[in-house]
């Protein structure tokens, strides 16, 4: 250590400070807080109309010996295609592609998660295998 003092904290009460930032709010109130109404509720996905029919498959033939999840038969445009694989990669946490025909490939074996996705989207009919 070095032969300077060491410099001692100050105890006991803070000093004053010479402007406070919340000076100006002395006096007003705060206004009640209101219990939220009952609005109409929005729809939720679940609600909207999906494509009527889903086949969720696990394929492992062809692909080394590696397990993916396969979608067919979404009646989509292929703009729909794009955005729902996005959201369901997104859900699963994995990675996927679009196959020729349209048919959905998401990395690993998830047909009842997908399963449950599918319906909060509003497929009517799902057939997992």
Not at 115 to 129: C, H, N, P, Y
């Amino acid at each position: 250590m070095s032969d300077e003092k060491k410099q001692r904290i100050p105890t006991g009460p803070p000093p004053e400070l010479k402007h406070s930032p919340f000076a100006a709010l002395k006096g007003v109130e705060a206004a009640p807080r209101q219990a939220p109404t009952a609005a109409q509720p929005t729809p939720t996905p679940a609600q909207k109309k999906g494509p009527p029919k889903a086949v969720v498959r696990m394929e492992r033939a062809g692909r080394n010996g590696k397990e993916v999840t396969v979608i067919e038969q979404l009646e989509l445009s292929s703009t729909e295609r794009e955005k729902w694989l996005k959201a369901l990669k997104s859900a699963l946490g994995c990675g996927g592609s679009i196959e020729d025909g349209g048919v959905l490939i998401v990395q690993g074996d998830h047909r009842e998660r997908v399963a449950a996705w599918l319906e909060q989207r509003g497929v009517r009919q799902i057939s997992v295998g």
